[in-house]
């Protein structure tokens, strides 16, 4: 017999949760579609960087508001959860870089986001490790980390939701058919399924890019901040190929994680999660260009996963085209650790009736919305 909840969720990823989190506070009935476990898939493969972005005046102001509210709940994670105000330094590597360093802060101050302008000795007194010679760089003090998959959990027995350990194959209006066949209902279905998301709801524009991060043991102290190449920026916006930057950030246990990079997969190309040595080994070498000494660094541990991105790099966030009570958590790309808080509390907003502190139409999947039959439309 179906079981009926008030909302269910589609995906236990770190969205997902943030999802089920703000409406089981709310003081709904939520239920978790996840077969495989929470705070797996692309949460388990990220970095954890919480970070405000400012691609668009809309990424920054949900990367801002979403910071906001990870802060919020600082207190109250618990210490596995591993959330640290570690701060960024985004490090320019010559005078073109520190100008896009200072046009950064000029948009950072326009939202409110502290940010100071470093030069060389100052980015070298931040991060000694780093090589002599960068042209300066850009400290955000207010950037976090956490563990997404440790946070995910958190959240989901915090909201209180029933997880069904099942995987998810049809969603309509009001009901979701399982992959053992049974159908649970409920008042609100919200797709939060990642890369998987758009075969749920075929009106939603997802693509999936690859990504790796590997680690090393560089000793301890080696890293204080997320220490990030300003050539980042430019690799976002590269929509085919495949990119490496530096990107790193020492854990508590001392272990350097060592990112990333972009791979966006063929057209048809089924997705394959195996770690590609070549990959691995440019994400060593860019790093050895920032931080000679990690040349040296005993290599621990390497993996891949997949993000859900979006042709203009903005997540998909509320009503389905063509649904009624059907709402998309999803194609947060790199960043669904940072806007999963965010996430959430639009998605209770839209269920509820609720006014948002944010403007919601810039991330409303109409924007998007992929024509297709009616017959492949479900619910009325």
Known sequence: MAEAYDVLVIGGGIVGAACAHELGRAGLRVG?????????????????????????????????YSLKLWGELADELPEDCEYRRCGTLWVAADEDELRLAREKRGRYASAGVAAAVLDERQVSEAEPNLRRGLAGGLLVPGDAAVHPASAARFLVKRSGAEVIAKGAKEVRDGEARLSDGSVVTAGAVVNAAGTAAAGLTPELSIRSRKGHIATAEPGAGFASHQVVELGY???????????????????????????????????????????????????????????????????LRRWAGFRAGTPDGLPLIGRCPGYKNVFAAAGHEGLGATTSLGTGRLIADWILGRASEIERAPYEPARLSVPVSPDTIGGA
Do not use: C, W
Not at 34 to 60: C, K, Y
Not at 273 to 291: D, K, S, T
């Open 32 to 64: 978790i579609v996840e077969q495989r476990g929470i705070g797996t898939g692309a949460t388990s493969a990220g970095m954890g960087h919480l970070v405000a972005l400012d691609d668009s005046a809309a990424q920054l102001a949900l990367s801002r």
């Open 233 to 299: 920026v430019k690799s976002t916006h590269a929509e085919e190929g495949d990119s490496v930057v530096f990107n790193v950030r020492q854990n508590r246990n001392g272990e350097l994680l060592i990112g990333s990079s972009r791979q966006y997969g063929r057209e048809g190309e089924i997705e394959d999660a195996q770690v590609e040595p070549g990959m691995i080994e440019r994400l060593f070498a860019r790093a050895a260009e920032y931080m000679p000494a990690l040349a040296e660094a005993r290599p």
